[in-house]
T-cell receptor, first 115, second 114 residues
């Protein structure tokens, strides 16, 4: 069965510093996708970054990068140069073909960026 | 603008009064899905649809119904809402081929059942 684990309920970081949000996953399907979503206090779910299981390189989108370690089944999100607007909940999610493409979410990490 | 829309955004109702939350996407996506979000549990899938007239249960389908009569719309129906269905609901959609495309989410519907 698919499972996503986010062990950090909350993280603090100072503005302009980098922060890593942890995510580990479990699936028996060799083909899967890993996603990170941001949920600000307004509630919407904003897609940030995607990593495919067969991608050779780690995904990067602006200040977001995904540290993908397949053997360890981890997909950590790295936010560089944090900004006050990065304060939000962050969800790691996975999608595979055996699960009829549903997204399985972790419980989230709340990030607070301080001035 | 490509988007997923949900209505209403906020709803307060009473136990047993049937309600429908609408979801519509303008991206010609085949795959649509409903999730509920509860504190400490993340998002859990309620129902999904692979295409028109093709729907199936997700992880928490009890108390909900859906229909997919046309590609763009995927309403969520609560025939007899109960307080344990108080939650934040999201509709999502994505392309469906053999890939694992990103799901795009609607803005969410906050439901309170008294």
């Amino acid at each position: 069965a698919q499972k996503i684990t986010q062990t950090q309920p909350g993280m603090f970081v100072q503005e302009k510093e980098a922060v890593t949000l942890d995510c580990t996953y479990d699936t028996s399907d060799p083909s899967y996708g890993l996603f990170w979503y941001k949920q600000p206090s307004s509630g919407e779910m904003i897609f940030l970054i995607y990593q495919g299981s067969y991608d050779q390189q780690n995904a990067t989108e602006g200040r977001y990068s995904l540290n993908f370690q397949k053997a360890r089944k981890s997909a950590n999100l790295v936010i560089s140069a944090s900004q006050l607007g990065d304060s939000a909940m962050y969800f790691c999610a996975m999608r595979d073909l055996t699960g009829f493409q549903k997204l399985v979410f972790g419980t989230g990490t709340r990030l607070l960026v301080s001035p | 603008e490509a988007q997923v829309t949900q209505n209403p955004r906020y709803l307060i109702t009473v136990t047993g009064k049937k309600l429908t939350v609408t979801c519509s996407q303008n991206m010609n996506h085949e795959y649509m899905s409903w999730y509920r979000q509860d504190p400490g549990l993340g998002l859990r899938q309620i129902y999904y649809s692979m295409n028109v007239e093709v729907t199936d249960k997700g992880d928490v389908p009890e108390g909900y119904k859906v229909s997919r009569k046309e590609k763009r719309n995927f309403p969520l129906i609560l025939e007899s809402p109960s307080p344990n269905q108080t939650s934040l609901y999201f509709c999502a959609s994505s392309l469906q081929d053999r890939g694992l495309e990103t799901q795009y989410f609607g803005p969410g519907t906050r439901l309170l059942v008294l």
